[in-house]
């Protein structure tokens, strides 16, 4: 990405407000029970509070679109796992690294702590599809995760990262 646009700043300043203000219910906690094995559950339960939130708001939207695959729904409710407890500070670097260049990143790098969660957060999808694998997903969701910004999957890759931007 070259630069960001206003409606770019808009859904930043949506997704840090989002951040701060991150819970999961016990209800829909309660909910996976149903479509997800302990494993996974354990992974979600080891997820940052916004990456929950943002996962099943993915979820939500992948649902309102008509999928009801298992794969696809983990996928979005997992895709974000290698994030690891990455702050807010953080995120925002990364997204400005993304949108500005990464020379941003370079930068960053240097502010105290930034390091290892900064590189985290740029090999998140990897991260992810690996802590997925490790939970038992299947491989079908697993390469979901790992290709979530470049999609693959031919039947639900491009409805996954659409929902993933959308949330």
Do not use: N
């Not at 859904?11 to 701060?20: D, E, L, P």
């Not at 992810?128 to 910004?149: K, P």
């Amino acid at each position: 990405m070259a630069g960001a646009g206003l409606r770019w700043w808009a859904g930043k300043i949506r997704q840090a407000w989002s951040h701060v203000r991150a819970h999961v219910r016990p209800d829909e906690r309660a909910a996976l029970v149903s479509w997800t094995t302990p494993a996974q559950r354990a992974l979600f339960d080891a997820m940052h509070v916004a990456d929950r939130r943002h996962g099943l708001d993915v979820v939500t939207r992948l649902r309102r679109a008509g999928v009801e695959d298992t794969d696809a729904l983990l996928a979005g409710l997992l895709h974000d796992a290698g994030k690891g407890d990455a702050g807010l500070a953080v995120r925002v670097a990364f997204s400005l690294g993304q949108a500005y260049g990464h020379w941003i990143w370079r930068l960053a790098r240097f502010v105290p702590g930034f390091r290892t969660t900064l590189g985290r957060l740029i090999e998140h999808a990897d991260g992810s599809a690996r802590l997925a694998a490790a939970a038992g997903c299947s491989l079908r969701t697993v390469e979901l995760i790992r290709w979530q910004e470049t999609p693959r999957d031919v039947e639900f890759g491009e409805t996954l990262r659409l929902a993933d931007e959308a949330s």
